[in-house]
C-alpha cells in the first residue's frame, strides 16, 4: 500500500506560480511510475503530467506544455509539479498519482493504482 500526501497548493494571481510536492510512503517508490492529474468543478478528471520510475521519460499534456515541469527525486519519495505562468484555467484540484508498476509514464486515470488527497489550486485573473 502506497499512500500520497500533496501539498503546496494556493491561491495565486494569474502569470504567477506554484510548485506542487506529493510525498510518498514506502520503500519502492522508485519503483512507481507518477502522475498529476486535475479537476475542475464539474468537470472530469483530466491527466497534466507524468514521470517514468527514473525520471527518464515525462510527458506533459499540452495546455500546460512550457509552463509545467514534472520531476521527481527518489532519494525524498517525492514527485513535483512546477507551475509558471498559471492560467485562471488552471484552478483545480491537484492530485498525485502512484502506478504500481511499469517502466515508462501514463496518461489515463486507470493506469493508476494509487491517490493522494489533492490539493487546492486557485489562480485569480
Known amino acids: 500500500q502506497v499512500q500520497l500526501v500533496e501539498s503546496g497548493g494556493g491561491l495565486v494571481q494569474a502569470g504567477g506560480s506554484l510548485r506542487l510536492s506529493c510525498s510518498a510512503s514506502g520503500r519502492t517508490f522508485s519503483s512507481y511510475p507518477m502522475g498529476w492529474f486535475r479537476q475542475a468543478p464539474g468537470k472530469e478528471r483530466e491527466f497534466v503530467a507524468a514521470?517514468?520510475?527514473?525520471?527518464?521519460?515525462?510527458y506533459n499534456t499540452d495546455s500546460v506544455k512550457g509552463r509545467f515541469t514534472i520531476s521527481r527525486d527518489n532519494a525524498k519519495n517525492t514527485v513535483y509539479l512546477q507551475m509558471n505562468s498559471l492560467k485562471p484555467e488552471d484552478t483545480a484540484v491537484y492530485y498525485c498519482?502512484?502506478?504500481?508498476?511499469?517502466?515508462?509514464?501514463?496518461?489515463?486515470?486507470?493506469?493508476?493504482?494509487?491517490w493522494g488527497q489533492g490539493t487546492q489550486v486557485t489562480v485569480s485573473s
Open positions: 498519482a502512484a502506478r504500481g508498476t511499469g517502466r515508462y509514464y501514463y496518461t489515463a486515470v486507470d493506469d493508476y493504482d494509487y
Open positions: 514521470v517514468s520510475r527514473n525520471a527518464g521519460y515525462t
